[in-house]
């Protein structure tokens, strides 16, 4: 079994966030998001005063599977672990691995559905300020390495599996931004009015 060289406590991080998407209650059926397929981009239905933001990820199973342990990825196929290591060193992010939209308007109030499209578990994390996340090997390979005060309260709601879904509101005016606690460099920044 291969095992990535780095810190300790990115498997172990790793391994509490499985174990507190195991016991989220959230739907793991990606069905269960209220929404409409419109070229293999989920689309908010019409009139539901709502916004969707899709989460996505390439992992390849076999390769983050040896590394961090069985249920890292669920999804078929995708982008080797030695390659995502290679990106994140060389570009500072893994392109397969975003939100969409990555910047948005919005309205006070709008309902935001967030649905995991990825086969790896993700936040999606308000903050003041864009930070690193709480992987600290992911941080140090996208040199992004003060972490996001709010990536260090985060609770078992707050990290979606694969195929579910998270509810959150625009509560205020101005610019709200959203990164993955996990991947940091997955952002979305509403520009609220």
Same mark, same amino acid.
């Given at each position: 079994?291969?095992?990535?060289?780095?810190?300790?406590?990115?498997?172990?991080?790793?391994?509490?966030?499985?174990?507190?998407?195991?016991?989220?209650?959230?739907?793991?059926?990606?069905?269960?998001?209220?929404?409409?397929?419109?070229?293999?981009? %989920?689309?908010?239905? %019409?009139?539901?005063?709502?916004?969707?933001?899709?989460?996505?990820?390439? $992992?390849?199973?076999?390769?983050?599977?040896? @590394?961090?342990?069985?249920?890292?990825?669920?999804?078929?196929?995708?982008?080797?672990?030695?390659?995502?290591?290679?990106?994140?060193?060389?570009?500072q992010k893994a392109g397969a691995w975003m939100n969409a939209p990555m910047?948005?308007?919005?309205?006070?109030?709008?309902?935001?559905?967030?649905?995991?499209?990825?086969?790896?578990?993700?936040?999606?994390?308000?903050?003041?300020?864009?930070?690193?996340?709480?992987?600290?090997?992911?941080?140090?390979?996208?040199?992004?390495?003060?972490?996001?005060?709010? $990536?260090? @309260?985060?609770?078992?709601?707050?990290?979606?599996?694969?195929?579910?879904?998270?509810?959150? @509101?625009?509560?205020? @005016?101005?610019?709200?931004?959203?990164? $993955?606690?996990?991947?940091?460099?997955?952002?979305?920044?509403?520009?609220?009015?």
């Open positions: 079994m291969k095992r990535v060289s780095g810190p300790v406590v990115l498997c172990t991080t790793l391994a509490v966030v499985l174990s507190a998407c195991a016991d989220s209650g959230r739907s793991m059926d990606p069905s269960s998001a209220n929404s409409t397929d419109v070229g293999g981009m %989920a689309q908010p239905q %019409a009139g539901m005063g709502h916004r969707q933001v899709l989460m996505s990820d390439g $992992c390849d199973p076999t390769t983050f599977n040896d @590394a961090f342990g069985e249920g890292t990825c669920v999804r078929n196929g995708g982008v080797t672990l030695d390659h995502f290591v290679a990106e994140l060193t060389r570009s910047l948005a308007a919005g309205r006070i109030g709008q309902t935001l559905e967030v649905v995991n499209r990825g086969g790896e578990v993700h936040t999606f994390t308000r903050v003041a300020e864009f930070g690193g996340g709480i992987i600290p090997f992911l941080n140090n390979l996208t040199g992004d390495t003060e972490v996001a005060p709010e $990536c260090q @309260a985060l609770a078992p709601s707050d990290f979606v599996p694969s195929g579910g879904t998270f509810v959150t @509101a625009l509560s205020e @005016a101005g610019t709200q931004r959203f990164e $993955c606690c996990i991947h940091p460099w997955m952002r979305t920044t509403f520009h609220v009015h």
